[in-house]
């Protein structure tokens, strides 16, 4: 069992730069592939990116792809998702997502955070 809990959300402008992190507790971290999404009202959850267990390779999606970053600690149990060039598209509730298998879609993904919501005002 793995318990995700997202921070760092919050209101910018346009062009302004945000940091989540998502700190998962247990014991066994390392051992999951790591996701972001987000969700804009009214819309699907959406795939921001994934990080695999060791941290070597990232995969984005190409709306965020070049402005977005993720990156993990396994020592501290911690994905962060580093947000720059921020636009008014990207508002959404952000949230991270662990799972045993490498994927672009929700549905694999086995434990997910409450979220944490990021404004880009123009």
């Known amino acids: 069992q793995v318990q995700l809990t997202e921070s760092g959300g919050g209101s910018v402008q346009t062009g302004g730069s945000l940091r989540l992190s998502c700190a998962a507790s247990g014991r066994t971290f390392s051992s999951y592939v790591m996701a972001w999404f987000r969700q804009a009202p009214g819309k699907e959850r959406e795939f921001v990116g994934n990080i695999i267990r060791s941290g070597n390779a990232t995969v984005y999606s190409g709306s965020v792809k070049g402005r977005f970053t993720i990156s993990r600690d396994n020592a501290k149990n911690t994905v962060y998702l580093e947000m720059n060039s921020l636009k008014p598209e990207d508002t959404a509730r952000y949230y991270c997502?662990?799972?045993?298998?490498?994927?672009?879609?929700?549905?694999?993904?086995?434990?997910w955070g409450q979220g944490t919501q990021v404004t880009v005002s123009s």
């Open positions: 997502a662990a799972g045993s298998l490498i994927s672009t879609v929700p549905r694999p993904y086995e434990y």
